[in-house]
Each structure stands twice: as C-alpha cells, then as structure tokens.
C-alpha cells in the first residue's frame, strides 16, 4: 500500500462489512463475490457477508485443490478459485445478436443486453493485472468490445489484499502482486489480530465517494503495521519465474523437443485457457429458426487447445497437443508482448492447479530455460 | 545473320560460359525447328541430342493406354529440353511435342559427350548446369503433386 | 480505408450490414462472383486492394472473403467466392435480390501505389487471384505509373481457370499475362507446370521491382523463394495470408500466427515478417 497516502487509509469494524454491501446496493451495483459453490469458492452473486466463504481457504497444488476450514472467522482468508472476473465482462456465452431477414434489410429482434454495472468484490492484485490485460485486447486496441468496454468502465473494483499465499501463486515474480497498488476503487486489507478489521483505502473518485458513506474510523500506526505485516506474508511464494529474457527464449525454442515432452502429459483438455484470467479467445455460432427469416448469433470461449480452434479450409493448422500448447504457453509468454506490450500472465497459478495432469507452467519454464545437457 | 557461337552465347542455359568451352559446344551445336505438333523426341527412342528453346513452346507428355495423354510440364523460349543424352542408356524417358512452331539449337549428344569425357572441366560445368535444371524439375513435380489448389476433405 | 461503412463496424462490431446481390456470376464449376449493393442502413463502401469483409449467409455462417471488385469503383461491393465449406457453399448459391450480412473492410492493402516507377510482378495461384484482382484493376488503369508489369497465374486445370474477359483486357492494357495450369489434357494449347514455373518468362528487373504473391502457402512460399532466387529483395515481396477468422477485429484470437492477428496486422504481410513463420510446422 505504499501508493496511497496514509490520510486515505480508514479502517472498518469487520462486523459492519455489510455496510459496505449496502451502500453498493443502493448505488444500484450487482455485488459479485466469492462464495462457496461447486466445491470450491468461486465468484457469484452475492448479497452481503454472510455469502461470503467465512471460515474457508483454499489448498493448492499442481493438479489440486481442496477447501479447507480454518480456525479463524476470515472472509477473504483464501487465494484464488477456478473463476476468474472475465466471466462477467467476457461471458463464457452470450447471445450478440437476433435479426430478421426483412426485404432488404436486417430487424434486430432482440433486446441488446442492458451492460450491468457490477461491483466486483474481492479482487486480488494479479486479477487486476490480468482485467488491465483483457482491457487491452477488448478495449484499447483498433477495435472496442462495446459490451465489454461499458461493463467494464461502469463496474467497481472492490479489491482485496493477499494476506496468504497458495502453493502455486507466483505473481512475485510476474511483478502483478501481492500488494495491490492501482486499479482498483476500493482496496481492503483483512486484519485478523490483534482484532478483526478491514484496513480500507480508496483508489478512485467513485471509491472515495463510498468510502465517505461508510462508518469507518481513523487508521491507528498499529493497524497500518498490521496490514503491512499480513500482506508480506503473501510474498513469500514457493514458485517462481525467470522473466528475463524469455520472450526471446521462447522464440528461439519453437522447435525445442520440450513441446514433445509436454505432449505426452497435456491432455489438450482446455482447463487451462477456461481457468485463466487474461485467456480471451472465443468463437462464433450461428443458427436460424425453420423459417430461415430469423437468425441469431452466439458468442462461446473457445481454447486454443481445441482442434477446430485452428482450422482453414483442408484441416486445423495445429494438429498435434505439442503445437497447442506451444500456442498457448509462447503466446502467453512471448508474443503478447509483440500484441500488447505485456506478459499474458499474472501469476495468479490457476493453470497449475486446475490441469488435471498437474502440468506446471513455471516448472516448464524453467526446464525451457535451464535444459537438461545446459543447451538454453 | 547472327553466328551460332553468339546465339548460343546469349541462351539462358549457357549464360556466362567461358569462351573455350563455348566454342567446344557449338562444334556439336545446329539450329533446327519443328513445326507444331511434332515431336523432339519420343519415349523410348534413342537419346542423341538435346534442345535450347529460342521460340515457341514444347510440351513434355508421357502416354499410357486407356490414359489421356499427361502433360506435365511445357517449356518455352530461354529453357533446355533433354538430358538422357548425358546418362547410360541415352534413352528417352518422356515424348516432346512442340505445342506451337518451335525454333531450337540442337545439340549432337555423342559429339558433346565425347568432348566431355576428354575435358572433365567441361564435364562438370556441363553437369552443374543440368543437375540445376533437374533439381528445379523436381521442385515443380513436388509442388506438382501436392495438387495445391485441389479441394482437401478433411 | 476509412468510410462509413467502416465506421458502422466499428461502432457495432459483432454486426452484419445488410447488402443485397445485384448480380451473380458463375466463374467456373466451384466459384461465384456476387456483385452486391447497400440495402437498407448499410452505407457504400470504400476499400484498399488486399482487404476482405466477413460475409455471412443468414442463419448459417460468417466466413472471411477478400474483396476481388475494383477499388475506384465504390458503386458496388464484388466478392469471389469458392465454395470449399458450409458457409461459402451458401453463399455461392445465393440468387440476385438475396439478402447477405457484411462486416468490414478489415485487414491490409497490397502497397501498390507505393511502387509507382517501378517493375511490379503480380503472382496468384487458384482462387488467390481474386484478392490480387483489385491491384491489377489499379495497374491496368494507371498502367503509365508503373515499369513492365507481368501477371503470373497458376490453376489446377483449364477450366478452373478465372476471370478470363480480364486477363484479356489486363493483356490490352500492356500487362504481361502468363498463365500456367498444373493439369492438362492434350486440347490445352497453353502452359503446363506450377505457377513458378513462370517465372523465367517474366519479363522485369528484380532490382527496381516489386511483387504480391497470393495463392495457397505453399504456392506463395515457393513463389517467394524463386523470386528471391532471381533477385529479388525480400522485402519488396508481399504475401496475402490466411487463418482462421472468426471475428476479424482481433477479440476472438483464432488467426494468430505468431505474433500477428492476420485479421488486423494482415492479411497483407511483407514476406521478412512471414518467412521464418511460415517454416515453422503448426505454428
């Protein structure tokens, strides 16, 4: 937090959280948070605290994860689920358009979807880094995302520090987190002792306007050291990567025999591409009534891990698991930062844990680095 | 009237060739012509000369029976036709039916072979210039036989 | 290429602009031009030599099709289709006065106007000479702007042969046109041999000339190298690429090759930028 200026810092009774719920509903916000579902926590619609998932963390591992109970009464004392925030500005299915064939023209027959103004609870550093990173493929770039571009600028960012860190996190190293430090509205740091607070700063005019109707009290030197204390927990990080260097890397192995090696455990499943959060790529059906007058167009996420993703006239491109996922990991890795002038990765270690194989990113990128034989 | 050494100078096939060795080619080099729809040669016939286009076109052709004639390659003016004469048993492989009226310096195989055999310098730029055909007869059947533009099922 | 067309796209994206087809020419047994006017709220459009639209038969699919009509003329939209799918398969059956869905003009434009002065070799194999068609409308008309001017043209076979009244009218203009089929029978009187073949009868300096090449990748790649062979500068060819397209603005990710979106950083591409690519297996 050492962005924000001390004066900014208020801090909030964790009992009176759902002032903070209140206040978002009256402003005509759909709160969007985690809470317990499918087995894990996982982001919905929520109401107030009590859908929160208090009392809960998450294990995690290559190929894992397990909730757990914890023995303090936390409301953000996990890591990261298998959603990610982009459902909510990049659905993984949405209907673009219903038309008419009608003389000669097209009569749109459906309503165009009114953007929801979300307030997005519980975001986590290297989730901002990764919505900076879809803003700039939908909305920065020759051509904008309407859709994404309005639901985005009219939604808030209620955002959480880390104060844990999960097995596979290694947003340290992808320089996304854990500290969150912009682009956020409001940003909430749990302290658990000496009592249970949230330490609250606002990042925004619409964050400072909120916070101004919340029963928040002054920031004491003890709780700012406090807060200051629980987030460097979460740099501690088991996993890493070398970043140095390796777009290029990655350019200079495309025929490396690692992609082989990789192959004969990625299943091509796509769990990693759902599961990121800077993942976009999507694709396009469309149907017709009986008729043939009516037609409609729908929009689905799509994996470059699928066959058809790559397919011209004559068959797919890229026939084998070796060459997609070399798309996968070198677009992310490399040539993201001839597109967009980033990494597409935040470290946020959703790819590790939800392979069912367990194949680790940064496992991978180290052997690429550091070869067996010392070949780089 | 141009002199055959210079005509045969100013070909494609023998650009850049030294001037000795020039004057050794032409000593078995004659200008011929054919008119459209003969052949140069045909499969199987014996293989004694070879052909630099000057004008018109031929076409290379193998039959077969209950077939249409496959024509696989034409050439034209600035290009070489024939290469058997330079390789045991000096037989055609293929027919080569001129597609319109054809103007060509003929080469006598046996003459320039036996030029070759006494002057291997000769021989090895000889073969240099047609492996360099050959190879690039290759690279068009390849490409020839991925029948690139043909629908692919899938 | 900025018009209002484009301008609509842009402000929706995702949607078609109603055209109607005014006219529907048969080129050969698996290939269509339409001819296509604005219907109702569409606007006329403008359009770069090079660039495509995404032509939608209702209810059944959009696909990416290179405009093939002339540049100057901005009175009607033309697209040369071959049926090789479901979407285009529609599409080439689409009779005059049928509605079809546009989106664009997206993409690159072959440079052509930058090479004025100069030699410029135009190279398309198959159906790739109807995105090439555009700049030899432009050649042929301000033929004095430009050196010696050879079209290079390969086909599978006599009648899978394009645009005949134009290679014609191209030929009258003072365009060198060579035509080569891969296959023929015995009535063919013209050239027999892959489109490079061509290339030794074409008559420019590689040194003050420039070439787009346009055919299937494995065509364009040969094509490329047998003109760097001859001199060519590898920067002075350009190549019209193809991926998977699905959206065209660059949102749904599926024609990257390597770094580039071919919808958005092509479909155009100077040759450098694609060589190395273009060599790797299932990129």
């Known amino acids: 937090m050492p962005d924000v200026p001390a004066t900014d810092a208020r801090i909030l009774q964790a009992d009176r959280l759902d002032r903070l719920f209140e206040a978002l509903i009256a402003r005509g916000y759909h709160c969007v948070g985690p809470t317990l579902g499918e087995g894990a926590i996982v982001y919905d619609e929520i109401s107030g605290s009590t859908d929160l998932p208090r009392g809960w963390t998450d294990e995690q591992a290559p190929g894992q994860y397990r909730l757990k109970k914890r023995n303090d009464g936390a409301y953000f004392g996990y890591v990261v689920g298998p959603h990610s925030w982009k459902k909510y500005l990049f659905e993984p299915q949405r209907r673009l358009w219903q038309l008419k064939r009608a003389g000669q023209r097209f009569e749109r027959t459906d309503e165009p979807p009114e953007p929801k103004r979300y307030a997005f609870i519980g975001v986590r550093a290297c989730e901002i880094a990764a919505l900076r990173i879809q803003d700039r493929v939908f909305a920065e770039g020759s051509f904008v995302e309407p859709g994404y571009a309005k639901t985005r600028e009219q939604s808030l960012v209620i955002a959480v520090n880390c104060t844990q860190a999960a097995a596979t996190c290694f947003c340290v190293a992808m320089n996304t987190g854990p500290e969150v430090r912009e682009g956020f509205d409001l940003a909430l740091t749990e302290i658990l002792e000496p009592s249970h607070h949230f330490l609250i700063q606002a990042g925004s005019e619409r964050g400072r306007e909120l916070l101004s109707a919340l029963p928040t009290a002054p920031c004491t030197a003890e709780l700012q050291q406090a807060a200051k204390t629980a987030v460097a927990q979460a740099s501690r990080q088991t996993r890493t990567m070398e970043t140095a260097g390796l777009k290029e890397l990655l350019q200079k192995n495309l025929e490396s025999p690692q992609w082989q090696d990789i192959a004969t455990r990625c299943l091509s499943c796509a769990n990693c591409t759902m599961a990121c959060p800077t993942c976009f790529c999507s694709s396009v059906e469309d149907t017709s009534d009986l008729t043939g007058d009516h037609a409609e167009r729908w929009q689905r996420w799509d994996s470059c891990f699928n066959p058809d993703f790559s397919y011209i006239h004559g068959g797919e491109v890229r026939k084998t698991t070796a060459s997609r996922y070399r798309q996968w990991m070198t677009h992310k890795l490399s040539t993201w930062f001839d597109q967009f002038g980033s990494s597409g990765c935040v470290g946020c270690g959703r790819c590790i844990t939800w392979c069912p194989v367990g194949i680790d990113l940064t496992e991978e990128v180290r052997k690429m680095t550091q070869p067996e034989g010392g070949r780089a | 009237m141009k002199h055959l050494q210079d005509v045969i100078a100013e070909h494609p096939f023998f650009q850049d060739l030294e001037s000795a060795h020039l004057a050794l080619v032409t000593g078995c080099a004659k200008m011929a012509s054919f008119k459209s729809g003969e052949f140069l040669f045909r499969y199987g016939g014996a293989a004694e000369h070879f052909f630099l286009l000057r004008h018109g076109r031929v076409s290379l052709e193998i039959t077969a029976p209950g077939r249409e004639t496959f024509r696989f390659q034409t050439v034209g003016p600035g290009e070489v036709i024939g290469w058997s004469w330079l390789f045991e048993p000096h037989q055609a492989q293929f027919d080569a039916r001129a597609v319109d009226d054809v103007s060509v310096i003929q080469f006598d195989g046996k003459c320039l072979r036996g030029k070759c055999e006494a002057d291997a310098a000769l021989g090895y730029n000889l073969m240099k210039r047609f492996a360099r055909v050959l190879v690039q007869r290759f690279t068009d059947t390849r490409l020839q036989l991925m029948d690139v533009y043909g629908k692919q099922t899938r | ?283």
């Not at chain 3, 787009?212 to 003109?227: D, H, Y």
């Open chain 3, 1 to 283: 290429m900025e018009s209002r067309h484009a301008e609509m796209v842009a402000a929706q994206p995702w949607l078609p602009q109603p055209w109607i087809v005014r006219e529907v020419i048969r080129e050969t047994a698996d290939v269509v031009t339409l001819s296509l006017q604005p219907g109702e709220g569409a606007a006329a459009m403008s359009f770069g030599p090079g660039q495509f639209n995404m032509l939608y038969a209702f209810g059944v699919g959009e696909v990416p099709i290179s405009i093939s009509g002339d540049p100057a003329d901005a009175s009607r939209l033309i697209h040369t289709i071959r049926d090789v799918g479901l979407v285009s398969r529609a599409l080439c059956g689409l009779q005059p006065g049928a509605l079809v869905g546009v989106r664009g003009p997206f993409g690159s434009c072959w440079p052509v106007e930058a090479q004025a002065g100069q030699d410029v070799v135009v190279a398309a194999g198959g159906i790739g000479l109807a995105p090439l068609r555009p700049v030899l409308y432009h050649l042929a008309r301000h033929r004095a702007r430009y050196g010696n001017v050879v079209l290079l043209y390969g086909a599978r076979k006599p009648d899978e042969l394009l645009f005949g009244v134009e290679l014609e009218a191209w030929r009258q203009a003072g365009i060198q046109v060579e035509v080569t089929v891969d296959h023929a029978d015995a009535a063919w009187r013209g050239n027999v041999g892959v489109a490079t073949t061509l290339i030794r009868h074409a008559r420019f300096s590689p040194r003050n000339a420039a070439a787009f090449i346009c055919g299937p990748e494995v065509m364009m790649r040969f094509t490329a190298a047998a003109l760097e062979e001859r001199g060519m500068a590898q920067e002075r060819l350009f190549i019209s690429m193809e991926r998977n397209m699905k959206c065209a603005v660059g949102f749904c990710g599926h024609c990257q090759l390597g770094p580039e979106f071919i919808c958005m950083d092509g479909p155009v591409f100077a040759w450098p930028r694609m060589r190395r690519l273009m060599a790797v297996r299932e990129l």
